[in-house]
């Protein structure tokens, strides 16, 4: 029994002794390091600038250049300024093609009247210059006849012939001694009311000028009353 009880403890502090000298170790797995590298940029060609440019004097040395604008002015207008009709190699502005179907709706006969008188008011001395015997005429306003008013009248500009179809749709007069006028027979809606008079030293003039005088107006049933009038100079 003795030598079964020393075997055990030899046995034990063996044991002891063994784990005594046992250190415990702890694994560490390195993480994988990563080198940060610099983002790739690409170095895009930038577009070249495209400058357009003609050539001064057809130099063939390829001479003087200028830049031309955007707006592409024509030799002979100055930049910035839009080319009008009187610049144009002396054109003409086109007319519109005609609205047949604008015209067709438009009634030629009616019930109403316009009357009035035409005249003129020399700035300068308030006096007034009658319109004696002269022909005026009433143009309904369609965008056709619009064409007209805002280019030539307003504008100034010379206009293409006009379509003959539209004399079918116009109504004409002359004024007397004293500038009074009437039209009968009109049917309701908008006309341009149309005069040209002739005036030199009486509206203060130098010499003698063709004046048109133009006014927009709306007739409705019954009587119209209107004063086509200019102020001149």
Not at 125 to 148: A, C, F, H, I, M
Not at 162 to 188: H, Q
Request: net charge neutral; proline share 7%.
């Amino acid at each position: 029994m003795f030598h079964s009880t020393r075997n055990c403890l030899i046995a034990s502090v063996l044991i002891l002794g063994v784990s005594g000298c046992t250190q415990p170790k702890t694994i560490t797995i390195p993480s994988q390091t990563h080198n940060p590298q610099p983002p790739i940029t690409a170095n895009l060609p930038k577009e070249p600038k495209i400058k357009e440019e003609i050539l001064i004097n057809n130099n063939p040395n390829l001479g003087d250049r200028i830049n031309v604008p955007q707006n592409y002015p024509t030799l002979g207008v100055k930049v910035g300024e839009e080319p009008t009709v009187d610049r144009l190699n002396g054109e003409t502005m086109e007319r519109m093609a005609f609205p047949e179907e604008e015209y067709r709706y438009l009634k030629k006969i009616g019930r109403s009247t316009v009357s009035g008188k035409i005249y003129l008011v020399n700035n300068h001395t308030e006096d007034t210059v009658l319109g004696q015997k002269v022909k005026l005429y009433l143009n309904p306003v369609t965008s056709y006849s619009r064409q007209w008013y805002n280019e030539s009248y307003l504008g100034g500009y010379k206009m293409s012939p006009v379509d003959k179809r539209l004399y079918n749709y116009l109504k004409f007069t002359n004024s007397d001694e004293s500038g009074n006028f009437d039209f009968f027979g009109i049917a309701p809606g908008n006309y341009y009311l149309i005069g040209s008079m002739s005036c030199g030293e009486a509206c203060g003039l130098s010499e003698e000028q063709t004046i048109r005088l133009v006014q927009e107006i709306s007739v409705g049933s019954g009587v119209t009353n209107v004063e086509l009038t200019k102020r001149v100079p």
